[in-house]
């Protein structure tokens, strides 16, 4: 897949501080190792040394076999002795080597003049990241969920409260977080706002991050500008943005029904959804807007279609940001 110059760009300055963090650690691991023991520094000046004597040696080609020979077993005699030494630290043999994060192309991102998996990777990783930020929402946690928000007492009769039912939500979430995968099912979370939607999803998000998915979670707004803009100005072919959202292990679209309609927009979402679907690709969507609303806003029959390919989660209580804020306003209130 094509990337833009800046993801080029941003990926080939991370692999360039992955380089300078391995040769300082180097430097650091040599100077622990050179504190405890001079001799082993002492052993190193003499390895670089007997290899520049085998290569002038050679050059010089007078009795260059024997002397070629005795330079090899000084040096083999040499390395036996620093590899004690590094044991009796309890330091493994290749100590005094670079370590790498991808050994297979020793962290330059290319093998051969081929292009490295691992540079794939970081390549993805950083258009994700890009993406990512275009909308200001950042990563949250399950255990931060707190239910302490939500009445205790039943909406009506024989049915349950909004504590209830937003526990089993949690639960629910949890679960689906702790077994996702490429397979998991696309869904829909509906409420109004307040009620912990994008929370729960952006949790969903971070234990997916943390399972090694690339994730991309974006706002409606945001992204469906985005995506018109790159469509109507030709850069398509360069950005991507479209093919990126496409692939992505999970995409995550926060407050759908908040963005300026258009023809555009209401194509654009149904061809995500259904493209997704298609791929076996999930998808969490969330919104405050009810079904009648979603409909007015985008077509009866666009909307059936798209909640026909998603689970329904029913958020339910009364908005917690405002229930937050009226607590701080007696916090201070009660603190003068
Ligand atoms: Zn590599």
């Known amino acids: 897949m094509g990337y833009t110059r800046e993801v080029y760009q941003e990926a080939e300055e991370k692999m360039e501080r992955r ?24 052993i190193t000046y003499e390895l670089a040394h007997t290899s520049i004597l085998a290569a002038r040696a050679v050059f010089e080609g007078a009795e260059a076999k024997t002397e070629i020979a005795k330079l090899k077993l000084q040096n083999q005699s040499l390395q036996k002795e620093l590899k004690e030494i590094l044991s009796k630290f309890g330091f ?15 962290d330059t991102g290319n093998i051969d003049g081929k292009m490295c998996t691992c540079m794939k990777t970081l390549l993805r ?19 931060d969920f707190s239910l302490d928000y939500y009445s205790k007492i039943p909406v009506a009769e024989g049915r349950p409260s909004p504590y209830e039912m937003m526990s089993r939500v949690l639960a629910f979430c949890r679960k689906y977080a702790y077994d996702f995968s490429v397979a998991s099912h696309s869904m829909i979370f509906q409420g109004g706002p307040g ?54 292990d999970l995409l995550i679209i926060d407050d759908l029904g908040t963005e300026f309609t258009t023809k555009f927009s209401v194509s654009a979402i149904y061809n995500i959804i259904n493209s997704r ?13 009810s079904i009648a609303e979603l409909q007015e806003k985008y077509s009866i029959r666009t909307i059936s279609r798209i909640i026909g390919m998603l689970d329904r989660v029913e958020f339910v209580g009364s908005d917690i940001r405002q229930q937050k804020r009226r607590e701080r306003k007696t916090v201070r209130n009660y603190n003068g």
């Open 92 to 106: 493994p043999d290749n100590y005094l080597e670079e370590w790498h994060k991808c050994e297979k192309c020793g």
């Open 277 to 289: 679907t298609i791929a076996s690709k999930p998808t969490i969507i969330s919104t405050n807007l």
């Open 19 to 42: 380089r300078i963090y391995n040769e300082q650690q180097l430097e650091k691991r040599r100077n622990l190792l050179f504190q405890r023991s001079p001799r082993a520094e002492q």
């Open 125 to 143: 990783e950083t258009a994700y990241e890009r993406l990512n930020r275009i909308s200001p929402l950042s990563l949250s946690d399950f255990d």
């Open 195 to 248: 009620l912990g939607k994008t929370h729960l999803s952006l949790a969903i998000a971070k234990n997916a991050i943390d399972k090694g998915y690339g994730v991309i979670y974006v706002s409606a707004p945001a992204i469906l500008s985005k995506l018109e803009n790159e469509r109507f100005s030709g850069k398509s072919n360069t950005e991507n943005t479209e093919q990126i959202i496409m692939e992505c």
